[in-house]
């Protein structure tokens, strides 16, 4: 954990790791593990059918920030949060980073990763 900590420091993604007893074969056994940190972000809108958004539109932090745009949604997570984007009211279309979302009345809120690779994506990990 030393080098974990130490690393994040300076700015690095993460490590390589493997099981301390296994041997060294080539692309077999290992595991990255990136540096992630979590925070909760407001859904103001999504891209895609309502009921399996492929994107959401995201406030992150404080009120009158930026929106961002989440990574691609899993299925599964999609889905359920389509249900929860069902009963929404639909406030019209708008843009975040030149990319068009529909813009909804919700008070959904989601755990992303933030800054976990090194495009900054925001990963969707799970709804509030």
């Known amino acids: 954990m030393l080098w974990y900590d130490a690393?994040?420091?300076?700015?690095?993604?993460?490590?390589v790791c493997?099981?301390?007893g296994a041997g060294y074969p080539s692309g077999r056994g290992w595991v990255k593990?990136?540096?992630?940190?979590?925070?909760?972000a407001l859904v103001l809108g999504f891209t895609g059918p309502r009921?399996?958004?492929?994107?959401?539109?995201?406030?992150?932090?404080?009120?009158?920030g930026p929106v961002w745009?989440?990574?691609?949604l899993?299925?599964?997570?999609?889905?359920?949060i389509g249900a929860v984007l069902a009963g929404a009211e639909a406030l019209g279309e708008r843009r975040a980073?030149?990319?068009?979302?529909m813009r909804v009345e919700t008070d959904l809120v989601v755990?992303?990763?933030?800054?976990?690779g090194r495009h900054r994506t925001l990963t969707v990990v799970r709804m509030r």
């Open 69 to 72: 745009l989440s990574g691609r």
């Open 18 to 20: 493997k099981r301390g």
């Open 7 to 15: 690393l994040r420091e300076q700015g690095i993604e993460g490590i």
């Open 97 to 101: 980073g030149g990319e068009p979302y």
């Open 74 to 80: 899993e299925p599964v997570l999609a889905a359920r």
């Open 111 to 116: 755990e992303v990763l933030a800054g976990t």
């Open 33 to 40: 593990v990136r540096h992630a940190d979590t925070v909760d």
């Open 51 to 64: 009921l399996r958004p492929h994107y959401l539109a995201l406030a992150v932090g404080d009120e009158g």
